[in-house]
């Protein structure tokens, strides 16, 4: 496996959290997340929002809320 081939571009910055309630542990080292609402990068410095039932990470309040509304749709 070579770092610098292109396919794997990117993925060596994507980290893999487990999330708590209120903190997270890093599971692989990164620089950011994936937002499960809109799909933007996270720079793990700026990750505030997240659901530890769904393990999801969001961008913001809007993500977070546009998840909510839709869980609550569900039921």
Known sequence: ?????PALAGQADLAE???GDGEY???RP???VLCAVSGVKIPLEALRYWNPDLQEAYAGPKEALIRFQQLQGDK
């Open 1 to 5: 496996m070579n770092a610098f081939d």
């Open 17 to 19: 959290l487990r999330f």
């Open 25 to 27: 542990a890093v599971l």
């Open 30 to 32: 990164g620089r950011y």
